[in-house]
């Protein structure tokens, strides 16, 4: 099984608030990435990063912003968040050298916004 | 449009029974195709991993197959067990560009009834 943590898992919370999405891998990968989940939808790839002070945005435009100044902590923040922003929110990490898509997945953090 | 498609949507089968998901896709240049198991409210993880040149991977009582001429791909499980109810993904990565971008189903959801 991965060491691939998210905290919280859920959480609940009112319009306008900033929340910060923890996720942690003890695996040493390099490359770690955040999905947007919605029930009975496809994954959809919304931040990346390659290393420390690396981030690019995915395929899904996100008002969220990443951050990854230490190789094994890759959080997501959102400013203010809103009801359009309830979701799944799902961090995967990869080996430096492997397939790109041998991605590990943590458990998720399930995001409602009221 | 690199898209991947899964039928059934939906699958309820009885323990015991075996069970065939369906996977299409239209990746390319095609990489390799995984299929993840995800349980409720967990993240996604690996089943099987096929490239080009493979045909048939099994796992226990899940094999998959491919077939790269039709862009086709399949996930059989045998005598079915309670503890496989969740949603299986196909997933397929390109090699078009340095990310090696992975491209999604929406998963098929598969319920095991006693």
């Known amino acids: 099984e991965a060491d691939i943590y998210q905290t919280p898992r859920y959480l609940v919370i009112g319009t306008g608030k900033k929340i910060t999405l923890e996720c942690s891998q003890t695996?040493?990968?390099?490359?770690m990435y955040w999905y947007q989940q919605d029930p009975g939808m496809e994954l959809h790839l919304i931040h990346y990063s390659y290393g420390v002070n690396s981030t690019e945005k995915g395929d899904l435009s996100s008002e969220s912003t990443v951050s990854r100044i230490r190789t094994e902590h890759f959080p997501l923040t959102l400013e203010s968040a809103r009801p359009s922003h309830t979701s799944q929110y799902l961090c995967?990490?990869?080996?430096?050298?492997?397939?790109?898509?041998?991605?590990?997945f943590g458990p998720g953090t399930r995001l409602t916004v009221l | 449009k690199n898209q991947v498609e899964q039928s059934p949507q939906s699958l309820i089968i009885l323990e015991g029974k075996n069970c065939t998901l369906q996977?299409?896709?239209?990746?390319?240049?095609?990489?390799?195709l995984r299929w993840y198991k995800q349980d409720t409210g967990r993240g996604p993880v690996s089943l099987t991993i096929m490239t080009f040149s493979e045909n048939t991977k099994s796992n226990g009582r899940y094999t998959a197959t491919l077939d790269a001429d039709t862009k086709q791909s399949s996930l059989h499980i045998t005598a079915s067990q309670l503890s496989d109810s969740a949603s299986y993904i196909c997933?397929?990565?390109?090699?078009?560009?340095?990310?090696?971008?992975?491209?999604f189903g929406r998963g098929t959801q598969l319920t095991v009834w006693p």
């Open positions: 995967a990490s990869s080996p430096t050298g492997g397939a790109e898509d041998t991605q590990y």
């Open positions: 996977c299409n896709y239209t990746v390319s240049p095609f990489s390799n």
């Open positions: 997933v397929v990565s390109d090699r078009g560009s340095t990310l090696g971008r992975l491209y």
């Open positions: 695996m040493g990968h390099d490359k």
